[in-house]
C-alpha cells in the first residue's frame, strides 16, 4: 500500500437505512409507554429532530461538518476535509474498531484534544479503500 492513501468518502445508504429503521424503532417504543400524552408528544419530536440530524450529518453526509475525504499518511496520522472545506489533523484512538464489515475511527485532532466519530461501512467507500483502510487501521490500532 502506498501511503499517504487518499480515500473519498461517499454518503452511506446503509448507514441512512439503519439510523432510520433505528429512530423508528424508537419512535413505536416510545407510544408504548405509560406517559401523559403531551410527554410523549414532546419525546417524539426530540426524537425526530434528533433522527434527522442524524441521518443528515452521519448517513448522507449533508452536514458542514461530515468528513468528506481522509488522508492516511504513514507515521499513523490523517488528514481529513470536512464538507465545508476545513482540514483537520488527528490521529486514531486505540478505542476504534475495525470490523471487516465496520470501522469506527475514534479521531483525536492534533491541534485541540477534541475527539471525533467516524462510522464507515463498506458503500461509503470503493471496495479497495474500505480494503485498505481496514488495513491501514489494523495498523494504527495494534
Given amino acids: 500500500m502506498q501511503l499517504p492513501l487518499r480515500l473519498g468518502i461517499r454518503p452511506s445508504r446503509v448507514l441512512t437505512g439503519i439510523l432510520v429503521l433505528l429512530y423508528v424503532m424508537g ?66 484512538v486505540r478505542h476504534s474498531t475495525v470490523l471487516p464489515w465496520l470501522v469506527v475511527m475514534q ?17 461509503s467507500l470503493s471496495p479497495q479503500e474500505f480494503r485498505q483502510l481496514l488495513t491501514w487501521m489494523r495498523w494504527q490500532v495494534v
Fill in 27 to 92: 419512535l413505536f417504543a416510545l407510544m408504548a409507554l405509560n406517559m401523559p400524552g403531551w410527554s410523549k408528544i414532546g419525546l417524539a419530536v426530540a426524537a425526530i429532530w434528533s433522527g434527522l440530524i442524524a441521518v443528515r450529518h452521519h448517513g448522507l453526509g449533508a452536514d458542514p461538518a461530515s468528513v468528506r475525504e481522509l488522508l492516511l499518511k504513514a507515521d499513523g496520522t490523517l488528514e481529513g476535509l470536512r464538507a465545508d472545506g476545513q482540514r483537520f489533523e488527528a490521529k486514531v
Fill in 107 to 123: 479521531l483525536e485532532h492534533l491541534a485541540s484534544n477534541r475527539r471525533l466519530a467516524m462510522t464507515l461501512l463498506p458503500d
